[in-house]
């Protein structure tokens, strides 16, 4: 069992940063990749980033490539999802999830087998 606890939403102006933290409690987190995912008010929840085991690979939705970086410290048990050039397009729930047993970066929702409960990012224009 893996629990994951998402924090560092919050409202940021157009072109600002925010950097989101994934703590995880479990022993399958270091061992598993780990991706965020977002869900925009009226649609559906969407890939983002996923980041592999070890840090080594990473994958980014075309939307965000360039502008987000996913990174991890296993010894935290944490992901973090560094956001730059936000745009209002971006305000969302952000979640992270735990795909256990990865052998690939998927950007699958069903893939994946734990999940936080999100937190809130705001872009104003």
């Known amino acids: 069992q893996v629990q994951l606890v998402e924090t560092g939403g919050g409202l940021v102006q157009a072109g600002g940063s925010l950097r989101l933290s994934c703590a995880a409690s479990?022993?399958?987190?270091?061992?598993?990749?780990v991706g965020w995912f977002r869900q925009a008010p009226g649609k559906e929840r969407e890939f983002a980033a996923v980041?592999?085991?070890?840090?080594?690979?990473?994958a980014y939705a075309d939307s965000v490539k360039g502008r987000f970086t996913i990174t991890r410290d296993n010894a935290r048990a944490t992901v973090y999802l560094r956001m730059d050039s936000l745009k209002p397009e971006d305000t969302a729930v952000y979640f992270c999830?735990?795909?256990?047993?990865?052998?690939?970066?998927?950007?699958?929702?069903?893939?994946?087998?734990?999940w936080g409960q999100g937190t809130q990012v705001t872009v104003s224009s």
């Open positions: 999830a735990v795909h256990r047993r990865a052998t690939r970066l998927s950007d699958r929702q069903s893939e994946y087998d734990y």
């Open positions: 479990g022993r399958t987190f270091s061992s598993a990749a």
């Open positions: 980041i592999s085991w070890d840090g080594s690979s990473t």
